[in-house]
């Protein structure tokens, strides 16, 4: 049971299962690879909670560039401003306290950043996202 923590966490996977008897030529939708006595199989199927996680992931990277271009100091807290398109947007949404905690914002707010907020324009999944942070108080 803790190698199959260990391995969801360092692959950044959501479920590891083991088994002893697995089929390599089986499973559409995996992709599946074997050495010697091992045999990995691997999920490829993008469900619409992994594609907004995903999403999510994809705008704590950027708003961690963001913060960089910025100067911020790694403890710094900052407010972050996301104006995205409605399906970044909903997923920033779902995954809001994933997107504060790795970016260490105090507030979220889905719209447009105030004019004194430092700015950049992002590519997420090929589509325009304008971020904004404010050093918080």
Same mark, same amino acid.
């Not at 803790?2 to 002893?20: C, G, I, K, P």
């Not at 995903?54 to 407010?79: E, F, P, Y």
């Not at 589509?127 to 108080?137: F, N, S, Y």
């Given at each position: 049971?803790?190698?199959?923590?260990?391995? +969801?966490?360092? /692959?950044?996977?959501? %479920?590891?299962?083991?088994?002893?008897? &697995?089929?390599?030529?089986? $499973?559409? !939708?995996? *992709?599946?690879?074997?050495?010697?006595?091992?045999?990995?199989?691997?999920?490829?199927?993008?469900?619409?909670?992994?594609? +907004?996680?995903? /999403?999510?992931?994809? %705008?704590?990277?950027?708003?961690?560039? &963001?913060?960089?271009?910025? $100067?911020? !100091?790694? *403890?710094?807290?900052?407010?972050?401003?996301?104006?995205?398109?409605?399906?970044?947007?909903?997923?920033?949404?779902?995954? +809001?306290?994933?997107?504060?905690?790795?970016?260490?914002?105090?507030?979220?707010? &889905?719209?447009?950043?105030?004019?004194?907020?430092?700015?950049?324009?992002?590519?997420?999944?090929?589509?325009?996202?304008?971020?904004?942070?404010?050093?918080?108080?």
């Amino acid at each position: 049971a803790r190698f199959a923590e260990d391995l +969801r966490d360092e /692959l950044t996977v959501e %479920v590891v299962e083991t088994a002893t008897d &697995l089929d390599a030529t089986s $499973g559409s !939708g995996f *992709a599946v690879a074997t050495e010697g006595a091992v045999t990995v199989a691997l999920d490829t199927e993008i469900t619409p909670e992994l594609r +907004r996680k995903g /999403l999510a992931r994809a %705008v704590a990277h950027q708003v961690q560039l &963001l913060r960089k271009h910025a $100067g911020l !100091g790694v *403890a710094d807290r900052i407010r972050l401003f996301v104006s995205a398109y409605a399906d970044v947007a909903d997923a920033v949404a779902a995954h +809001r306290d994933y997107v504060c905690a790795e970016t260490l914002a105090l507030g979220l707010t &889905l719209g447009a950043p105030p004019p004194d907020a430092v700015v950049q324009d992002a590519r997420v999944d090929g589509r325009h996202v304008a971020l904004g942070i404010e050093r918080a108080p």
